[in-house]
């Protein structure tokens, strides 16, 4: 008689990351091909059409780059979000308004063939897309509106206004009627890579912003802040780094990145404003963020392979007559096993024989606790009553786990949970980044953090830390 | 201005809202058990294309809805095994529902573009005809369906001890979890109910808002209705008000043109949206006064590991 035990990982190897990646595109594509046989298509042809025939010639290369551009401008900057727990997913309004805004430049400018034009449209569109996010963190941080869905709604918001701007005051007059604006003029386009293509200079900016922001995140104390405030919000309070200005800093920056991919888009392959400017970009993105474990450099990677989803729907649809929106579907699966991916990188699943859960698993067992106190009486209680509960319920162990997490203010605590025997100290990862920042204030910090402890394994519960304010 | 008679605007207000109450009233269940599924809007389309094309095939309605039903109820159980059973994180699954839904609905749809079927039909009263009135209560199942629903997750989260254990899961899933309740098998319970209720909403749409089929039917219905849970602050019964305050926004857009209401009818058509975020504003509070934040269950969106 064995049982499984899922316990959390300190840390995670290399290989570990990597299959995380790699996992989930090969699980992806098997359960793609399920699709495809329930729609009695091929899953060969299916798959071919959709991840090896849109690459197999240059044009379609330098088609999968101007695809993964936007998505790997916007990605860094939702994963730089998410991060820090701000849930930015706006992002196609803010690209929306980018666009808009960078292309009212190029319209209404009076420096009309003057080489200041791209590089004016370029700081429009990043106010632009920083002032639309700007509005959700300031509903964020002033009347604590939920970002998910005040961001989301502003993104109907500036797709009505983008509709409102093409069919009416910005309609091209010569343009019979067609909802577009006219076609941006030399100097506000920007000039194409590879004669042939649809491969513009913008597509130089994706690399640089990348790398600005993995040396933002990794090497800046604002990264630091952002990092432990996503991690750790208790921590991150104690030490008294600003949420607010994260949200703020976060959401904008987000917002610019996603407003700077808005205008190259329109500048460098449509030419001019359209009802329609983007393909779900900024809702794709967000898969793109996750694919790329939320490093802006893994985001450049999982671009390129998100953005061979839109190529294979093209292609698809040529060869196969599937619908164009049959990319969503690769998509919403890519994300969904790259987030189940992600409990084996969290979580390590251990088989516990018999013997040692005799030992270790008795206090641990959840059949201990109901004695505490009789089930009516409690459940009219609400989040209040479960601290008061769980000190008495187990056997707390919270003091040695603070004093270790103080002595382990160096690099890593790698060297702390392989010491200590396999199952009598495992500390989360989070815990060690607390003790990294505040070692003044770590004991009050992990003895209110870990609130339910067991005799078997000392697992700090992360999850206390609710304040996001 | 012709037709702007009392009856007709108010079937077509309950038209508009009903598929964000049934959406809504599903959620709501959902989230009061700590769980955010953000999916709704693709467990809507899927719900959407399935009782359509059902009702194309077969033509029983009774069939229609039970596969629309059914339909929203496998999304949900697919994003509560990764959400709940390998703790992902809710809001990226609920999203990647929303993007697959999209997608299969398109897929499993692009047959039945542009095919139409009878839209479901009202029940009747006697004596409608003679009291003119009373023609607002000739509505679908579905619109007596949503009422009754509404009604008995109101008794049911209020007044029975399931609800209220589920509300103590919402709340603290530690505590619960103390207390020797399966906060997991809560929490599916609730996900698959607020599946069946999206799925049905979408049906609603397909089956007799706009009796047709196309991409993205929904048009973001199910965002608004996601909205709309806060608006209420998880009480059902100001759901109803916001519903029905969200449906008349979005038909006074129609109405607007026929009124010659001196602005675009794109500003009109962001007024729900609008709407959505100012109750937002205005629901949630400011960052200080903490007393009316507490109306958020307590462990929404967070997931739970059991310790041990």
Known sequence: MTRLRVEPRTSAPLSLHVAAFAVPVA???????????SFSISPLAGLHAFFVAPVSSAHGLSELLVKAAPLTLIGCGLALAFRSNTWNIGAEGQFTLGAIA???????????DSALMLPAMILAALAAGAFWAGIVAWLRTRFAANEILSSLMLVYVAQFLLLWLVQGPWRDPDGFNFPETRLLQDAATLSPLLPGTRLHSGVLFVLPAAVCLWLILYRSLFGFQLRVVGAAPRAARFAGFSRARIIWLTLCLGGALAGLAGTLEVSGVIGQLVPRISPGYGFTAIIVAFLGGLHPLGVVAAALLVALTYLGAETAQILLGLPHAAAGIFQGLLLFTVLGGGFLRRYRVRVIPRAETATAGTAGTT?????LSSPSSTITGTTKTAPSLSPSSSTTTAPSLSSSTITETTKTAAPLSSSSSSLSSTTTATETVTGKVTTKTTPSLSSSSSSSTTAGTTKTVTKTETDDG | MADLSLVPFILTVSAASLPLLLAATGELVVERSGVLNLGLEGMMLVGAVCGFIVQVEFGVSVLSLGAAWASGMLMAGLFGILALGLRTNQVATGLALTIFGTGLSALAGADYVGRTVEPLSRLGFPGADRFGWLGVFEQTFLFWFAVVMLLLVHVFLFRTRPGLVLRAVGE??????????????????????????SGLAGAYISLSYTPLWSEGLTAGRGWIAL??????????WRLLLGTLLFGAISVLELYGQGLGIGVAPHFLAMLPYLA???ALALISGSVSGRRRRLEAPGSLARPFSPPG
Do not use: E, I, N
């Open chain 2, 227 to 236: 909205a709309l849970v806060v608006f209420a602050a998880w009480v059902p």
């Open chain 1, 367 to 371: 059949k201990t606790a109901p004695s």
């Open chain 2, 172 to 197: 603290s899933h530690d505590a619960a979890h103390a207390l020797g309740y399966g906060v997991v098998r809560w929490r599916f319970g609730a996900l698959l109910f607020g599946g069946g209720m």
């Open chain 1, 102 to 112: 960078g292309c009212g430049v190029a319209l209404f400018a009076p420096w009309q």
């Open chain 2, 276 to 278: 959505t975020v100012a």
């Open chain 1, 27 to 37: 699980a992806t594509a098997l359960l793609g091909s399920l699709v495809f046989l």
